[in-house]
């Protein structure tokens, strides 16, 4: 009688350990983390403020480059750019890095059903449509312009009642786009893998809310026009340098349209639904987690690829190394995690989430990243385990060839540091400091100020340190 107690609990706790958890892996395109995604009144966002609750918010998360390629190639490689040799749209990080093992990749190979439904790597203009290594059925709905997210609807489509070209406001169903389609396929996909019994890495890559704003109508009446804050901090920070400066040209175009207050206003009130229109997709997946009775058994990761700016800096969308480009949010919620419900100041980047999903998940550690585990932080919510967050631009900012310059960005806990290097001698052309203890808008560059010399001097040598690998033609200048 023993004896069978004894063997029956050494299976159970055996069937325990072997139990691998599932992993959720939620992305949104051009979210910025200053809007108040999870319960602030700004942007409303139920669903995510409900994860949230469920999980470990990481309030200082930032991408490696301020556009989408290289954000999501140094995310799924755990590589930072330089080292992946990575600062454009067009080059697939295979070129370079034909050997890379993938975050879903170091999944599959451990055992797990990995899928992909949505924009998850690169779309539509390399000739490798995503990455079909790293998945164990082929992708979907992952490869495409956002261009070509148009209404498709039965019948008539109803009329568009926005004004600005970048604006779309129709009364149409949640899947005449490409979210809600994504949504539809990945509530399937949760139960068909359920059915499977294998541990599973399910990727949803959600299109919004990146531009165009065309979210359905419903999603835009969420919100009244006259409530849309314009922009806090319109001007160009002072002395900041104007190698720093893009044209915004996904917004403005390349012939620098003028946009009205009521063009701006529009364009606020367009983002703004989209991010609504996004939650309302993740909800229905969540939701679908839950029915299935999978959510005790799943981690799941929401993530955005990089931030945006509406107007602030007079800059349009994305591609600096500003606070609003750079930060980006990240959630991470683990089946009974000690620190569920509160928000860390600790400093991340997107490229930790390769080695973190690793430990928890007990797989082996990856080889050949650079990212470092996040795991002590979701422990214990007041750890650190980086002393400053790394991004990085070049200029111009969609270059063809090789850039010009390139801007190395540190956020420590007190400030943000920016050095910009020409990219052929490695010289030191224009800095940037901004104190975020007195000045979290980066409206003021100080870098040049006296009584900043210090921590210039302190900031300079943590940048070195934390990117020793540099363009192969030049190397960094030490002063």
Same mark, same amino acid.
């Given at each position: 009688?023993?004896?069978?107690?004894?063997?029956?609990?050494? /299976?159970?706790?055996?069937?325990?350990?072997?139990?691998?958890?599932?992993?959720?892996?939620?992305?949104? $395109?051009?979210?910025?983390?200053?809007?108040?995604?999870?319960?602030?009144?700004?942007?409303?966002?139920?669903?995510?403020?409900?994860?949230?609750?469920? %999980?470990?918010?990481? #309030?200082?998360?930032?991408?490696?480059?301020?556009?989408?390629?290289?954000? @999501?190639?140094?995310?799924?490689?755990?590589? *930072?750019?330089?080292?992946?040799?990575?600062?454009?749209?067009?080059?697939?990080?295979?070129?370079?890095?034909?050997?890379?093992?993938?975050?879903?990749?170091?999944?599959?190979?451990?055992?797990?059903?990995?899928?992909?439904?949505?924009?998850?790597?690169?779309?539509?203009?390399?000739?490798?449509?995503?990455?079909?290594?790293?998945?164990?059925?082929?992708?979907?709905?992952?490869?495409? +312009?956002?261009?070509?997210?148009?209404?498709? =609807?039965?019948?008539?489509?109803?009329?568009?009642?926005?004004? &600005?070209?970048?604006?779309?406001?129709? &009364?149409?169903?949640?899947?005449?786009?490409? &979210?809600?389609?994504?949504?539809?396929?990945?509530?399937?996909?949760?139960?068909?893998?359920?059915?499977?019994? $294998?541990?599973?890495?399910?990727?949803?890559?959600?299109?919004?809310?990146?531009?165009?704003?065309?979210?359905?109508?419903?999603?835009?009446?969420?919100?009244?026009?006259?409530?849309?804050?314009?922009?806090?901090?319109?001007?160009?920070?002072?002395?900041?340098? *104007?190698?720093?400066?893009?044209?915004?040209?996904?917004? @403005?175009?390349?012939?620098? *349209?003028?946009?009205?207050?009521?063009?701006?206003?529009?364009?606020?009130?367009?983002?703004?639904?989209?991010?609504?229109?996004?939650?309302?997709?993740?909800?229905?997946? /969540?939701?679908?987690?839950? *029915?299935? %009775?999978?959510?005790?058994?799943?981690?799941? =990761?929401?993530?955005?690829?990089?931030?945006?700016?509406?107007?602030?800096?007079?800059?349009?969308?994305?591609? +600096?190394?500003?606070?609003?480009?750079?930060?980006?949010? /990240?959630?991470?919620? !683990?089946?009974?995690?000690?620190?569920?419900?509160?928000?860390?100041?600790?400093?991340?980047?997107?490229?930790?989430?390769?080695?973190?999903?690793?430990?928890?998940?007990?797989?082996? +550690?990856?080889?050949?990243?650079? %990212?470092?585990?996040?795991?002590?932080? /979701?422990? #214990?919510?007041?750890?650190?385990?980086?002393?400053?967050?790394?991004?990085?631009?070049?200029?111009?900012?969609?270059?063809?060839?090789?850039?010009?310059?390139? %801007?190395?960005?540190?956020?420590?806990?007190?400030?943000?540091?920016?050095?910009?290097? &020409?990219?052929?001698?490695?010289?030191?052309?224009?800095?940037?400091?901004?104190?975020?203890?007195?000045?979290?808008?980066?409206?003021?560059?100080?870098?040049?100020?006296?009584?900043?010399?210090?921590?210039?001097?302190?900031?300079?040598?943590?940048? !070195?340190?934390?990117?020793?690998?540099?363009?192969?033609?030049?190397?960094?200048?030490?002063?």
């Amino acid at each position: 009688m023993k004896f069978s107690l004894l063997t029956s609990l050494l /299976l159970c706790t055996t069937s325990f350990a072997a139990e691998k958890m599932n992993v959720l892996f939620i992305a949104a $395109d051009d979210l910025r983390n200053d809007l108040g995604c999870y319960g602030d009144t700004v942007v409303k966002t139920p669903h995510l403020d409900r994860l949230a609750k469920r %999980g470990l918010v990481f #309030d200082r998360a930032y991408c490696q480059q301020a556009v989408c390629n290289p954000s @999501r190639a140094s995310l799924l490689t755990g590589r *930072r750019l330089d080292n992946l040799r990575i600062w454009d749209l067009p080059t697939h990080f295979r070129e370079h890095a034909p050997d890379a093992v993938t975050l879903p990749q170091h999944f599959k190979n451990n055992g797990y059903f990995t899928q992909n439904v949505g924009k998850m790597f690169h779309n539509w203009i390399h000739e490798v449509q995503g990455d079909p290594a790293s998945w164990s059925v082929p992708a979907v709905m992952h490869f495409a +312009s956002h261009g070509t997210d148009k209404a498709q =609807v039965e019948g008539e489509l109803p009329p568009n009642l926005a004004q &600005d070209p970048k604006c779309e406001c129709r &009364d149409v169903p949640d899947e005449a786009y490409f &979210d809600g389609r994504v949504a539809s396929l990945a509530v399937k996909a949760i139960g068909e893998l359920k059915a499977k019994k $294998d541990p599973f890495f399910l990727a949803v890559g959600f299109w919004k809310p990146h531009s165009p704003f065309n979210a359905p109508k419903r999603y835009w009446d969420m919100y009244q026009r006259e409530d849309v804050p314009m922009p806090k901090n319109p001007d160009w920070p002072v002395d900041a340098p *104007r190698i720093a400066w893009h044209n915004g040209r996904e917004i @403005r175009s390349d012939k620098q *349209r003028e946009l009205t207050p009521e063009a701006i206003r529009e364009i606020r009130h367009g983002y703004l639904a989209n991010i609504s229109y996004m939650d309302a997709q993740i909800g229905r997946v /969540l939701e679908e987690l839950d *029915r299935q %009775g999978l959510t005790d058994k799943t981690l799941i =990761v929401f993530w955005s690829d990089h931030g945006y700016h509406l107007g602030e800096h007079t800059l349009w969308a994305k591609t +600096s190394n500003f606070e609003l480009d750079a930060r980006v949010p /990240l959630i991470i919620a !683990q089946p009974g995690g000690k620190t569920a419900g509160q928000k860390t100041p600790a400093l991340a980047e997107l490229m930790d989430l390769y080695p973190t999903l690793s430990e928890l998940c007990g797989l082996p +550690s990856p080889a050949g990243v650079d %990212g470092v585990s996040l795991a002590p932080v /979701l422990a #214990d919510a007041t750890a650190t385990v980086r002393p400053a967050a790394l991004s990085q631009h070049p200029r111009p900012a969609y270059y063809k060839g090789a850039p010009e310059a390139m %801007g190395y960005s540190i956020r420590s806990a007190t400030h943000r540091y920016t050095e910009w290097r &020409d990219w052929k001698t490695g010289k030191t052309l224009a800095t940037e400091l901004y104190d975020h203890q007195t000045d979290p808008d980066e409206t003021r560059n100080v870098s040049l100020d006296q009584d900043s010399e210090a921590v210039v001097k302190e900031h300079a040598k943590l940048l !070195q340190t934390m990117n020793p690998i540099v363009q192969p033609g030049w190397k960094p200048v030490l002063e």
